[in-house]
Structure formats: structure tokens, C-alpha cells
């Protein structure tokens, strides 16, 4: 079997990764050298549970500090990622790409345009490792540009590389926490103060045609997730307007910003 000088460099930058692993540089490490295979414009590391996604490691803002637009994301604005959504409906050890996972109208949400192209701004890709049955360690890689599919196959064969490394860190990741019981942002209850302002509060029914609505899936898409009719489901989303007396989603998707606060 005949190696390539590439076929060693990868290897030899892998064993020094591993001599890494429990010193605090190892995240960082990890992105650059998969930022000789593929475009890394940004990145974080979380867990995914069933709450705020927990922050292990991420790329300083522009001026060095925390990114604003990233802090509105852990907020409640996880709320609407796809990859977040994806990750809570079917949690599992995978690489997952931006248009395995995007609704059929994520580029006309306002999510979209007011966060994701601004802070991701144009794919993204996430290398998800499940830790247990709550839990899903991910690593998220953000481009400026599209990833081409020369990319995509060279991450896709460095993936069991990868996920074994971040597996193996988590045992020096010693402030993370485990799920608990406590009060997190959840859909069912982010207009709770709208709510009680309301005549005839929101069912349970029209609360998820919002939030599918706002994270960019199609009246055709919400059909099919809720088991209904294309047209209940825009009866659903009259009535839901009508009790917050607003005419467009983008204002639902303001209210939704004002109850963050």
C-alpha cells in the first residue's frame, strides 16, 4: 500500500492532536487542521440538549470579544436553527450539512436574513457526536461561501478521525454540565407575556405553526410535519395572527425578539 505525502501529514497532525487533548488550545488545534481541507470562516463548540445549548469553545468576534450576534443565538434564537431542530427531533452521531437540514424557505426568514447570513453567512456544516440519550457533542463549521463537494468528501472521510477526538476530549472538559431540571427558553412558553395580554390565548396547535413558520418550513412542510392539511394550516396561522394582531411574519418574528427579554 502506497501512502501519500498528504496521507502522512494528516496522520502526523492527528498524533499531534492527541498529545493535545487535555490542554486548552486542543478545539482550536482541531479547526485548523481541518482548515487546510475545507473553508473555516467561523466555529463553536456546544452540547445540544433540551435546553440553551451549552458553550465549550468558540472564534472571537471581529474586535476579539464575544460575538453580540451569537449571544442573541444562545439566548433563544437556537430556537429556530435547523441544526438545533434536527439535532432534537433525531439526536445521532452523523455529520450533518446546512441543505440536509434547512426548510424549503430558510433563506426567506428572518432569522436568516437578520442572523445566519450575517453571523454563519452562507453554509455551515456540524460534526455531531452523541454523548447519551439527552446530549449531542457538536462542532459547527462556518463558510463564507458554499462548501464545493471535494470538501464535503474530505471532511466526510475524516469524520470517524474527528469524532473520536471529540469524544475522547470530553473527559477533560470538566466544566461541563449535565442537564438538569432548570427553567430554560422553550417554545411552548416564549410568548408567555403576550399570552395572558391576550382575549383567547394560543393553542398548543398554533403556537408549533409558528415556530415552524419562523425557522423557514413551507405551509406544504408544516403539512406534512403536523400531519394536517396545507389549508389548516393556513387557518391556523390566520387565527394565530388575529389573536396578536399582526399581518406578517416578520412581525410574529418580532415579538418573538421582544420576548427574549
Request: overall charge negative; aromatic content about 10%.
Amino acid at each position: 500500500m502506497n501512502m501519500t505525502l498528504q496521507d502522512m501529514a494528516w496522520h502526523q497532525a492527528v498524533g499531534r492532536l492527541i498529545e493535545v487533548l487535555d490542554r486548552p488550545n486542543f478545539w482550536l488545534a482541531l479547526v485548523r487542521l481541518l482548515g487546510r481541507y475545507i473553508a473555516v470562516d467561523s466555529w463553536v463548540v456546544l452540547i445540544f440538549s433540551n435546553g440553551r445549548p451549552q458553550v465549550l469553545a468558540e472564534c472571537p468576534g471581529k474586535d476579539g470579544g464575544p460575538d453580540p450576534l451569537f449571544q442573541d443565538y444562545l439566548n433563544r434564537l437556537y430556537l429556530l436553527d435547523p441544526f438545533y431542530l434536527a439535532n432534537r427531533e433525531a439526536p445521532q452521531s452523523a455529520i450533518v450539512w446546512l441543505a440536509d437540514v434547512a426548510p424549503e424557505c430558510f433563506e426567506q426568514t428572518d432569522y436568516y436574513q437578520r442572523y445566519f447570513r450575517l453571523n454563519v453567512v452562507a453554509d455551515e456544516v456540524h460534526i455531531n457526536v452523541q454523548l447519551d440519550a439527552e446530549r449531542t457533542l457538536s462542532l459547527s463549521l462556518g463558510s463564507e461561501g458554499l462548501f464545493s463537494p471535494e470538501q464535503i468528501a474530505l471532511l466526510t472521510l475524516t469524520q470517524s478521525w474527528v469524532a473520536g477526538l471529540m469524544r475522547q476530549r470530553m473527559a477533560f472538559e470538566r466544566e461541563v454540565q449535565e442537564p438538569t431540571a432548570s427553567p430554560t427558553p422553550s417554545w411552548e412558553n416564549w410568548l408567555d407575556s403576550a399570552d395572558q395580554q391576550l382575549d383567547t390565548p394560543l393553542t398548543a396547535r398554533e403556537l408549533e405553526v409558528g415556530r415552524l413558520m419562523l425557522s423557514g418550513c413551507s405551509n406544504k412542510e408544516i403539512a406534512r410535519k403536523l400531519t394536517i392539511s396545507a389549508e389548516t394550516v393556513k387557518v391556523h396561522r390566520k387565527h394565530m395572527y388575529s389573536k396578536l394582531g399582526i399581518k406578517s411574519q416578520s412581525e410574529l418574528f418580532s415579538l418573538f425578539l421582544k420576548a427574549q427579554g
